[in-house]
């Protein structure tokens, strides 16, 4: 089945939002999966794929976790006005209630205003009196981290914890398959007819890590590339491309995703797919090496794998 797979790009999806817009650029999600935009299976849906080619496609041991569901949701975020405070479900919360996956992301910084804000965990235990309270009378953000995005900058948040985000940050999000969320205050919006939003409190409280949240320190760039999360779901790291590379899949248990985040990139394997920034490619698993070539300037991207 390598001969005749190939990388993969996708049509992304555009989802309005009332504080910016989403571009899901890869996603298994049911309702809204992605279609093949190259080669010899353009328009045919990922999860169409996987039933096809299995183990070929995504790995071993990722078919064997997720079947023909891919396991992944990839999105660029253009967060232009406040994003809600909310809170994602962990995976058995999500099944019980859902019958879903639960939610954990990664937010990688493509690009930050001087600004900008990202609100991350609590900066100190927390009861759920007091969190309902301070929703109610509009003080949450005192009691959540703040931070000051910079390009390039890389935060995990576990299911549970507690987030949001202000004006002026383009962000690359890298989660579970999986589009349960709680809101739990609005910045306001949610006490006005015109601009009020449907809000999950009770359900977010039974979710929500109470504990203060402590931002790990980013490792270094070792060889080119950095680490930046290691989760149950998905393994991720960023490196540098100057000059044609050769890379391998992990002996067929995982699909590789590439995500060009600084400049352009050129895979090729079987066939050549070119990713300009903010685009991804999925090599499948079955491909054991494949090239990652710059343009005229060195480039970055991130890859992402399912352990």
Known sequence: MSSVLYPLCFTPITKPRVWGGERWIVSGLEGSNSLVSNGLFKENEINELIEAYMEDLVGDTVYQRFGNEFPLLVKILH????LSFQVHPCDAI???RHHAYGKAEVWYILDAEPDAKIYLGFNRHMSADEFTRR?????LPEVVNEITPRRGDCFYIPPG????????????EIQQVSDITYRVYDWGREFYKETAREMHMELALDAMNWEA?????????????QKLAATPWFHLSKR??????????TLGRSFR????????????????VTLPKGEVALIPAAIGEYVVTPGDQPAWVLEVFVP
């Open 135 to 139: 929703c109610m009378n509009q003080t």
């Open 161 to 172: 914890t507690v987030h949001a985000a202000g004006g002026g940050v383009t962000v690359a």
């Open 94 to 96: 999500a099944k019980e």
């Open 257 to 272: 995703l590439l995500i060009c985040i600084e400049g352009q990139v050129t895979v090729g394997a079987n066939q050549a």
């Open 213 to 225: 949240f402590c931002l790990p320190s980013p490792e270094p760039v070792k060889g080119g590339i």
């Open 240 to 249: 540098i491309v100057k000059a044609p590379l050769t890379l391998s899949n």
């Open 79 to 82: 967060i232009q006005d406040y």
